[in-house]
């Protein structure tokens, strides 16, 4: 009787959404925390190295190199459907379609170990090309993680009600309560672990479930909004509480906290440039979803890459979207990157994509920085004494371009949105730091002068990117999360429903892009 | 030809979209306009009786009745069913009931004339005891404006597609063509009407769509979202910039703006006062919907009152939600109380519903405050040299509370949303200045003293106590826009979903309970 009752408990929504919650913070915190101290060992190996320049290469080279390829190989041994972000196969299964062998248990670990190695490879080299194609992933393929999470739960019990039952017990038995009473209950549970993924991995409870609805269904059920929320809430605040718990942060704040002055952040004659960083950015992920379909089809196309597979039928389900030859080629090519464009990409290099996000986010006016770069922190890496921040800033972002478009066709579990939000960043921060040239004393109006402020606009440029590529609103409410500032609301909603239609009316979604290849 | 043309044009989405914000910003603005010249009027006509006491208190008493006696017979003679906040209504008709005579251009006449009347008299006076009444409930009929805007040109053109389409021109001719080309046309538009009419009174964007969303639909069309979004962005866009260009606000911000410190607004230690807030809420919003629902019944209930009503006919219409009577004995009511309590009172009395608000929010701990109150600026009404102000705060919650629930069952065009924000922002800070008096030298952490910031608290109060009468949990998102600063999502986050917690289990839904009356 008192399992019973046990049971009857964990089948009300709230102790379910809670436990989701629970167990997606802690998952998504020890990837966070493997990952990081794997970095730590991959810098540690590269400074032992210190004194032999060939020997640091190697290592340099060889670390990284490794965790992609042992990634690659786990994912097409455990769960070959593990490899790529996730969203578009959640996309595929709330529309109906049933997904053979995607929302299981294996899949989950081979996402999580797969995730895991490569987010260890990538972020702790701060090599912006390494990371460029790696940890960069990491946001999206955790709302794969996110959907996989619930599936095992929510899937199994719904499908197979009885073999299950032992096995995964309470929360099993929780679930098919819950099947029992509503008839949607499944497609219920998805949309939540799907919000719950990319709240939790963001930190971002409101966007994670905003973004999601927009990316995964076309008609939502409002009842399973506060689900959503509770259980993103939940998360998120698991996870902060982990990272202060573990001294990674003093106390709860966004994970890329702007600091701009509130009073007045922008004046309505920069909207203007605020629009046009929309329109751009709408032509800008129409060109990426262009060029990303183009390079998926192309190496489907490759013909002694068919036969190469052919022979080697074992790497056959490879095949999409990227085989290790290309791993390699890529790999090699970023290695040689950061040598070529001289002094200033090499310190670029240096940068771990988070800090890349937040000095293009910072308070201050690069052009107009006179002195010791050591002043400004991070951003000094920005700063080259010859070169002007400008043509630096468009380097960084053409250079990422491509390099994001290559890395998301990788073979390994990967998203999409990370990469684009840097994009978009240096995309606005580029913008904004021309406005800075071009108006150096700030614009007058009313007898007040307001200084532009380059950081905004990044916030602006990388809001409407995403947008433009994920074809959603709601990346705003993300960046709003993220910098735990919401003063320029307006032009950023401006900015980001231009690039929404500019995109929209050129090229479907990278979502709907990847489904379309994949059929 | 050209007619053609431009008609297929204007059956483009965006356009009508466009038109619709912009139209929606100018007659919230207009509104907003007449009723502060009529206010200013009010205390024009106040300071100049100033050496007669009576004569001040006759106009102090006559003007504000006469405002509402006239927007009570103007609503009952042009379109009794402009009475009320509008979302019940709004509620019904998504569900696929028809309400005859509601979505016409004569009760939008109405609403927004009755409305500008009801603010006019209201706010001027400052006295927050006819302010509870009446400029308080602004905002939720605002909703109800979007709603009968959307409507005339939305409702008429599918409905009656030919007669009106003369008079309407080509905004009818848009929605007659958007109409044929797809099937549900009619209640999208009604939601984007919803959402552009919260978005653009608070200047909201984000957060009006979503509680549109929550409080009117079941099933949302994700199609939607970008309408709702790129009408209420413009729309809030062009009512601020009216805002500015009329020298209102130096620049486009945030309504309530608040300037926390963004280092470490709250600590983990606070989080069980939060929580504490969410709960209390939760019961505080179920009790006032349940007294609201009796209050609303009585009023039915009441034989002398029927007999009366049966008598004279013309009167029958208004027998939901009040009656003339009702409004005069409220009104006695009101105009005595200012006296009652004592000095305190008096000076609470003369706060604007808005300035109560930013009051409530402001960035000094009130019970730790030494000296002349009149450095806190406008906050000083709440210092008393001989009462403490928790004890302020507490006769002000309670006298709101149930002056609050007395006006909005009154026979005008109101709403409850804003009432109820005012009673959770009070009920947050009276939290916030307890937690304060335990704590005068804040919270030590980890080496760091984090001092109790009691705005906080109010911001949190506010969100949740609105949250668990409307039972959403957008009303956060609301909240971060109405005050620019997002510091506190989570616990912010956390209280409201325990506040919807507590009060789905206890009541239903101010709007809901206000349907099952009126059924």
Redo the contacts between chains.
Sequence with gaps: RLGHVVRRKLGED?IFLVLLGLLMALVSWSMDYVSAKSLQAYKWTYYQMQPSLPLQYLVWVTFPLTLILFSALFCHLISPQAVGSGIPEMKTILRGVILKEYLTLKAFVAKVVALTAGLGSGIPVGKETVSGRLDLLVPACAVGVGCCFAAPIGGKSHFLPTPEHDLEGGLSGCLSFGVERQPYYYTDMLTVGCAVGVGCCFGT??GGV?FS??VT???????N??RG??AA?FS??VF??LA?WNKDA?????LF?T?FR???????QELPAFAIIGICCGFLGAVFVYLHRQVMLGVRRHKALSRFLAKHRMLNRLSYPGNPRRISSVQSASTKHPWRPAPFCFSLSQLMPREAISTLFDNNTWVKHVGDPASLGQSAVWIHPQVNVVIIILLFFIMKFWMSIVATTMPIPCGGFMPVFVLGAAFGRLVGEIMAMLFPDGIL??D?I?KILPGGYAVIGAAALTGAVSHT?ST??IC??LT????H??PM??AV?LA??VAQSLQPSLYDSIIQVKK
């Excluded at 269904?217 to 009842?223: G, I, K, L, N, W």
């Excluded at 003093?250 to 966004?254: D, K």
């Excluded at 509130?262 to 309505?268: R, Y």
Aim: charged share 15%; hydrophobic share 60%.
């Design positions: 709230w409870p409101l905003l609805i927009e269904s076309t008609y939502f059920a409002v009842r909004y506060w929320f509770f809430t998120a605040f902060r509480v202060v003093v106390t709860i704040t966004a906290r600091n509130m009073d007045f952040p922008f004046d309505l109006f009313d007040i307001y609103v705003a409410v709003f999360e735990g500032q919401i003063a609301i307006l909603m401006v429903i929404n239609m």
